[in-house]
């Protein structure tokens, strides 16, 4: 689940629209939950190295389906390929 900011996430963890914001705000700067900083900051390390990850995978498999592509063109379709024949 993905939220565009704290005050949405409080929102949907149950607060009210009138208190979420409130709630967000505390959560994040206040001194008695330091830990949620440094949850923050490991989440969206874990989040930018998987989107990385997914990313070069998406490029591997897109290379993948053309490379694929161009051998059924060539076995296929020799027309389209005149400087192979």
Known sequence: MY????TEAARKAGYSDKT???I???????VD???VQEVIKILKENFNKRSAEL???????????LFTYCEW???EKPAFWPILS
Request: no cysteine; charged share 15%.
């Open 33 to 35: 939950f330091f830990h």
């Open 73 to 75: 063109l060539i076995k």
């Open 24 to 30: 967000s705000n505390r959560l994040l700067t206040n």
């Open 20 to 22: 979420a914001k409130q």
């Open 3 to 6: 939220f565009k900011n704290a």
């Open 55 to 65: 990313s070069i995978a998406s490029a591997v498999g897109l290379f993948a389906t």
